[in-house]
């Protein structure tokens, strides 16, 4: 037996865990049942004074659950009541209910009808005590209803309600009142009305509940997930942060930060900020359409259901363990994950790990895992239901990956680590690369000044040469003139010469 309680039993085919007390339920069997002798539906959930919780319901009137110990005890109290479906304590501790036949007070024991009105969903009281109500099917209207005076004043569209069925009211801190209409969250103000979609940013969809946590923060639970109004931050929880169903009746908050969203058709949803959990009639809730939700100290909540009954859930604090298995890198495997490892940058390393988990089913458990450098900053981080990391390094460093296994109650196990270092291999290792590409730069612009100079020298001798060719053509050409110019003058003597001989001869004769 642990510290919650819970048996584990050891055999011949492995270990089992009995948790008798993480979810205890209550139904027609326990006394919760309906005009037609059915389990009736929870619709709303009070705390008392006494440790116990006044509980409205679907044609069943009002009961109160005794205490709130591990077996509580149930008890019809106003029955005359019916369908209740807000149970809303006023400034003056008084104890008011919106039934389908008007408000009724509970009095000295009694119930007294105060208002006669039809299908009231909505109720509230503001800082001076008058009393805020709304009708949903009926629709309508929003009211506001001054017990002292009996004065009621009616808002309508005219008034700036921006649909006439109200589903859900809230005491606002500044002296208003928070509206959720079947269109969107509106804020009354005296005798005004704020439409806050468009200045706050949410959407137009039907407001179910509207209530505050102990910061502060303002919760409202819509037909398109769940948002969270702090000041001038609006944050939501939708199916863009993995939620299942957006259709959320309710939200309650633990101390530790963790919200648990009540839905029409998954269940309950517990979120921490970084992993969801997903609890239905598997893990023992009697049915999927959570209605109403009512924290029970650090670890409990009570959650009542739409199709009928009331479950107690108690957080267990019993923390899951995670191992790793293995490392496979790009040619080997390696089994014994305690001692650092070093892979080549660009290569791919799959880490394998398993945890050890009895409280949640096989195909919801998962794990948070991150990678740190050598500085420990969160290179990735995320949650998976893989039980399998791969990365490829691009650079070099020393990295540290880590993994904690994430159990049905958001209890995370202690982290299971695996440092390893990514080497950049020589022929990418620019203290390397970078000399030898200098080199062959440096290499590359010295042939270039080498080809540079030697195509000068060669232009140069091609034009001394053609100089040289030029200057003997014209020495040829002069030669070839003064040839030409004896050889002629040289034929001239000839012909004189003749001549004289000839002149001679005659002279003679």
């Not at 044609?59 to 809303?88: C, E, K, L």
């Not at 009954?309 to 108690?314: D, E």
């Amino acid at each position: 037996m642990d510290e919650d309680d819970v048996l584990w039993l050891a055999n011949g085919w492995g270990v089992s865990r009995f948790d008798p007390m993480g979810f205890f339920r209550l139904g027609k069997q326990d006394g919760l049942k309906n005009h037609q002798d059915a389990t009736a539906g929870v619709f709303d959930i009070e705390p008392d004074k006494e440790g116990g919780y006044w509980v409205g319901t679907e044609w069943g009137g009002v009961y109160r659950i005794d205490h709130a110990g591990r077996h509580p005890g149930v008890t019809s109290v106003f029955p005359q009541a019916g369908y209740v479906r807000r149970i809303h304590r006023g400034i003056d501790d008084a104890l008011w209910f919106s039934a389908d036949s008007g408000v009724f007070k509970e009095e000295q024991g009694s119930l007294t009808r105060i208002l006669d009105r039809t299908w009231v969903p909505a109720l509230t009281s503001d800082a001076q005590g008058r009393l805020w109500y709304g009708r949903g099917w009926d629709g309508g209207d929003a009211a506001r209803f001054d017990p002292g005076t009996g004065i009621e004043t009616v808002f309508t569209r005219n008034h700036g309600l921006p649909d006439e069925h109200v589903w859900a009211s809230e005491r606002d801190s500044k002296g208003g009142v928070w509206i959720g209409t079947g269109a969107g969250l509106v804020r009354a103000q005296g005798e005004s009305i704020e439409d806050e979609r468009d200045r706050r940013g949410l959407p137009s969809a039907a407001v179910f509940d509207i209530r505050h946590d102990a910061t502060g923060t303002l919760w409202i639970a819509t037909s398109r997930g769940l948002y969270s109004l702090d000041g001038s931050s609006v944050n939501s929880i939708t199916s863009t942060n993995g939620l299942p169903d957006e259709h959320v009746w309710c939200s309650a908050n633990f101390p530790d930060g963790t919200i648990w969203i009540g839905t029409a058709s998954n269940g309950l949803i517990g979120y921490d900020g970084k992993a969801m959990t997903v609890l239905d009639k598997r893990e023992g809730l009697l049915g999927n359409n959570v209605f109403t939700l009512a924290p029970e100290g650090d670890r409990s909540l009570w959650i009542g259901f739409l199709d009928g009954g009331l479950t107690r859930y108690l957080r267990s604090q019993s923390r899951p363990s995670v191992r790793l298995l293995e490392a496979t890198l790009a040619n080997r495997t390696l089994t014994n994950t305690s001692s650092p490892f070093r892979i080549a940058t660009g290569d791919r390393v799959t880490i394998r790990y398993q945890e050890i988990d009895l409280k949640t089913h096989p195909e919801k458990r998962q794990s948070y895992y991150r990678l740190l450098d050598a500085a420990g900053q969160t290179v990735l981080a995320g949650v998976t239901k893989d039980r399998n990391f791969e990365w490829t390094p691009r650079q070099g460093g020393t990295f540290t990956f880590e993994v904690q296994a994430i159990d049905r109650d958001l209890n995370y196990s202690e982290p299971a680590r695996i440092s390893f270092r990514a080497v950049v291999p020589w022929f990418a290792n620019a203290w390397i690369t970078v000399p030898g590409a200098s080199t062959f730069i440096g290499l590359f612009i010295w042939a270039f000044i080498a080809r540079a100079i030697f195509l000068r020298q060669r232009e140069q001798m091609f034009v001394q040469e053609r100089r040289a060719r030029e200057a003997l053509e014209e020495k040829t050409r002069q030669l070839e003139d003064a040839k030409i110019a004896a050889e002629t003058a040289n034929h001239a003597k000839s012909t004189f010469l003749a001549n004289m001989t000839m002149i001679t001869k005659l002279s003679w004769i």
